[in-house]
């Protein structure tokens, strides 16, 4: 009874005994949660993601129990400095006020497509501090390789946009500029039809993925079939700008196949049109 006493008595050694005991138990629910999403097939890494989070606000607020006093004896001896720390620490202090917006507004979840200014990425994790992303490749929708880490503040001041929806579809569009030699709508139909029989695997899906958006966000947006327009760019020369709504992963697939088949038919009429 004596040592538990002494124990409790021990402000550090309660601290360094509460911190223990609360690592060990989030080690063990990420550990268990993990396993449980493997063995089932789910993405739980938001729930993993709000467990650690909830932890340790659950830690911050036991230690600062603890120390109420001490802090409170502090925070009076430093009075007089407490303008030029509010100050110093203003970054943070914003920081912390943004993961706070963050959960009682949820603009994303982890795992969703977000842009945040100029950057485009997965989120992966949440903390106080900062949230962390995994950069996307907008023009590819594919991964760099590269981890961006915004802090929290950036996330009041800028507007975000959830890409969530280009994570299995997009509308990729691309152009093709070629001069003026060749009128493009002697073979324009023959490409829209090529490009919907690239597209015949997945369209039925792709129809109901792109219903789903539009009922959802209560807008229209083009697809599933192809779309190609004809324009001139600035020096005259032809442009023929082409929308597709397919899956992310095989945008730069069907660009080069719509390519290499209007490219074909472009030389074609051309040679024709010579002779």
């Not at 009682?104 to 900062?130: C, L, N, Q």
């Amino acid at each position: 009874m004596d040592l538990i006493r002494n124990v409790f008595e021990n402000q550090l050694v309660l601290t360094f005994s509460i911190t223990f005991l609360a690592l060990l138990i989030k080690y063990l629910l990420v550990k268990l949660l993990r396993k449980r999403a493997v063995s089932k097939g789910q993405d739980r890494r938001d729930l993993v993601n709000n467990l650690k989070n909830f932890v340790n606000f659950v830690l911050t607020v036991l230690i600062l129990s603890i120390w109420a006093n001490e802090i409170q004896k502090f925070a009076f001896s430093i009075a007089a400095f407490s303008v030029a720390i509010v100050l110093a620490t203003r970054e943070f202090i914003q920081c912390v006020i943004g993961f706070f917006y963050l959960v009682s507004t949820r603009p994303f979840r982890i795992g969703d497509w977000i842009e945040v200014e100029h950057f485009v990425g997965e989120v992966s994790a949440t903390d106080w501090i900062k949230s962390t992303l995994l950069e996307v490749d907008i023009k590819t929708y594919e991964y760099t390789g590269k981890t961006l880490y915004i802090p929290n503040n950036k996330l009041i001041s800028s507007p975000i946009k959830n890409l969530n929806f280009l994570k299995r579809y997009a509308t990729h569009t691309f152009k093709i500029v070629r001069d003026q030699s060749v009128n493009p709508y002697a073979f324009i139909d023959t490409i829209i039809e090529n490009a919907k029989v690239l597209s015949s695997d997945f369209y039925e899906v792709a129809a109901r993925y792109n219903h789903m958006i539009e009922r959802r966000l209560d807008i229209s947006i083009s697809g599933p079939d192809p779309i190609i327009k004809i324009t001139t760019t600035e020096l005259g020369d032809t442009q023929a700008e082409i929308k597709i709504f397919c899956p992310t992963e095989r945008v730069i697939e069907l660009e080069q196949a719509i390519t290499q088949d209007y490219l074909k038919h472009w030389h074609l009429e051309k040679v024709k049109n010579q002779h």
